[in-house]
């Protein structure tokens, strides 16, 4: 269900976008909310609870579960257009919180399935740090990775 009310926003956006009048030269449209950088790193994963969270990010675009862990999710979509060029950008974050209101994991715009974290109380007390925010370069130590065009 969640899945598809985020394609049917997608659709609408494009058509927005895309198929509105062409008297404007750029034409903006967004979906939700983005989470700032400094939020998402002051969570500190099995010291920040859900109420805490939400109070930094706002209101969670889904709530849900994964097993004994509540889920809260804050999904976002922007795109812009001109006549040369289209931009689009998107985050999402999911948290699962357990069963005493701590946040016990968090992933932040994750490629594939995230794997589910394991409780606090089996974590111990350690510091840990949210993710960080990805970034489209390649860390500095390590060399970006050119494909070649020859065969």
Avoid: Y
């Amino acid at each position: 269900m969640r899945s598809s009310r985020l394609i049917v926003a997608t659709l609408a956006l494009g058509c927005a976008v895309g198929c509105g009048p062409k008297k404007e030269a750029q034409q903006a449209a967004t979906a939700n909310h983005f989470v700032e950088s400094e939020r998402i790193a002051s969570v500190r994963i099995c010291q920040t609870t859900a109420d805490e969270l939400v109070e930094s990010f706002g209101a969670p675009s889904g709530r849900g579960s994964d097993g004994d862990f509540g889920t809260l999710t804050w999904s976002a979509m922007a795109i812009a257009a001109s006549e040369e060029r289209v931009a689009m950008g998107s985050q999402m974050i999911v948290a699962w919180v357990d069963v005493d209101g701590l946040v016990a994991g968090m992933v932040v715009n994750p490629v594939g399935i995230p794997e589910k974290p394991t409780h606090c109380s089996d974590q111990g007390t350690r510091d840990q740090e949210a993710p960080s925010v990805p970034r489209n370069e390649a860390p500095p130590s390590e060399p970006a990775h050119v494909k070649s065009n020859e065969a």
